[in-house]
T-cell receptor, first 116, second 116 residues
Framework: SQTIHQWPATLVQPVGSPLSLECTVEGTSNPNLYWYRQAAGRGLQLLFYSVGIGQISSEVPQNLSASRPQDRQFILSSKKLLLSDSGFYLC???????????????FGQGTRLTVV | GENVEQHPSTLSVQEGDSAVIKCTYSDSASNYFPWYKQELGKRPQLIIDIRSNVGEKKDQRIAVTLNKTAKHFSLHITETQPEDSAVYFCAASIILRRNAGNMLTFGGGTRLMVKP
């Protein structure tokens, strides 16, 4: 079975500090990977998605970046955090489109980031 | 790109009553419409989905309808229970698109409160 791991669960960081959130998927190959952000009481905003190693598409310009160094690893980073970066960050994966069986997205447990 | 609007943003119903959440989408190529339920502090989880080749799908107390001509779809929950209280998200996506992210575009969410 497939599982998705995301860490850390909570994080408090000062303004201007760097950020690194990691997500790994097990039990599947060549998944599509996503980073979403959910501001308090609001919807899910797609930040980045990746269809393969080294392939990153950005949906929203910001001071965040994403990398996919391995097939099942997705990393969200920032060199200098802003107060507005606070939120609930969710990693997700979905099966490779070629499987044509499901396009359901499976979410990690999320990271609650507070920038102070 | 795709744009998904969701209404209402909050919905309060009495236990046993029905709840209806509506979404509209802009991209006529979208053909997959999932609904996610997010309990407080937890990850979103798929509760039901519908593909564009059907107009309605039902799973016990939950049903989803799709009107492709009007580009809107709705979630119906009958005989609501307190444990139905959560935030519900609709989403739209295009599946069967090779080498694409197949990313989900989410609506803004509806906070459903079921009063006992």
């Amino acid at each position: 079975s497939q599982t998705i791991h995301q860490w850390p669960a909570t994080l408090v960081q000062p303004v201007g500090s760097p950020l690194s959130l990691e997500c790994t998927v097990e039990g599947t190959s060549n998944p599509n990977l996503y980073w979403y952000r959910q501001a308090a009481g609001r919807g899910l905003q797609l930040l980045f998605y990746s269809v393969g190693i080294g392939q990153i598409s950005s949906e929203v310009p910001q001071n965040l970046s994403a990398s996919r160094p391995q097939d099942r690893q997705f990393i969200l980073s920032s060199k200098k955090l802003l107060l507005s970066d606070s939120g609930f960050y969710l990693c997700a994966w979905s099966p490779y489109p070629g499987l044509q069986k499901s396009t359901e997205a499976f979410f990690g447990q999320g990271t609650r980031l507070t920038v102070v | 790109g795709e744009n998904v609007e969701q209404h209402p943003s909050t919905l309060s119903v009495q236990e046993g009553d029905s709840a209806v959440i509506k979404c509209t989408y802009s991209d006529s190529a979208s053909n997959y419409f999932p609904w996610y339920k997010q309990e407080l502090g937890k990850r979103p989880q798929l509760i039901i989905d519908i593909r564009s080749n059907v107009g309605e799908k039902k799973d016990q107390r939950i049903a989803v309808t799709l009107n492709k001509t009007a580009k809107h779809f709705s979630l119906h929950i009958t005989e609501t229970q307190p444990e139905d209280s959560a935030v519900y998200f609709c989403a739209a996506s295009i599946i069967l698109r090779r080498n694409a992210g197949n990313m989900l575009t989410f609506g803004g969410g509806t906070r459903l409160m079921v009063k006992p």
